[in-house]
Nanobody
Framework: QVQLVESGGGLVQTGGSLRLSCAASGRTFSIYDMGWFRQPPGKEREFVAAISWNGGNTYYADSVKGRFTISRDNAKNTMYLQMNSLKPEDTAVYYC??????????????????WGQGTQVTVSS
């Protein structure tokens, strides 16, 4: 059974930065495209960013393009999301999971793992 553990969230002011981490255990991480998703208060979960299995290709939602950077370290079974120039609308619980899709449309692969507990990001204005 795969376990996903997200960390690195917190409270920051507008314009600040955070680096999220996603640690996966229990299954071969390196063969899967992975993604970050977020759920703002009172809204549905949405796609944020995705990265191909070898890190060679990255994809972003239009709302975060140019501000967020996704990366991964397959040797550590860990994925990252560097978030810069944060805005209040980035406030959400952030989750990671395997993903499938293309361009700016990606979906979580819940056959890879159940959702973790997520990590809360709060951006104050």
């Amino acid at each position: 059974q795969v376990q996903l553990v997200e960390s690195g969230g917190g409270l920051v002011q507008t314009g600040g930065s955070l680096r999220l981490s996603c640690a996966a255990s229990g299954r071969t991480f390196s063969i899967y495209d992975m993604g970050w998703f977020r759920q703002p208060p009172g809204k549905e979960r949405e796609f944020v960013a995705a990265i191909s299995w070898n890190g060679g290709n990255t994809y972003y939602a239009d709302s975060v393009k140019g501000r967020f950077t996704i990366s991964r370290d397959n040797a550590k079974n860990t994925m990252y999301l560097q978030m810069n120039s944060l805005k209040p609308e980035d406030t959400a619980v952030y989750y990671c999971n395997a993903a499938r899709g293309a361009g700016s449309t990606w979906y979580p692969r819940i056959d890879f793992a159940s959702w973790g507990q997520g990590t809360q990001v709060t951006v104050s204005s």
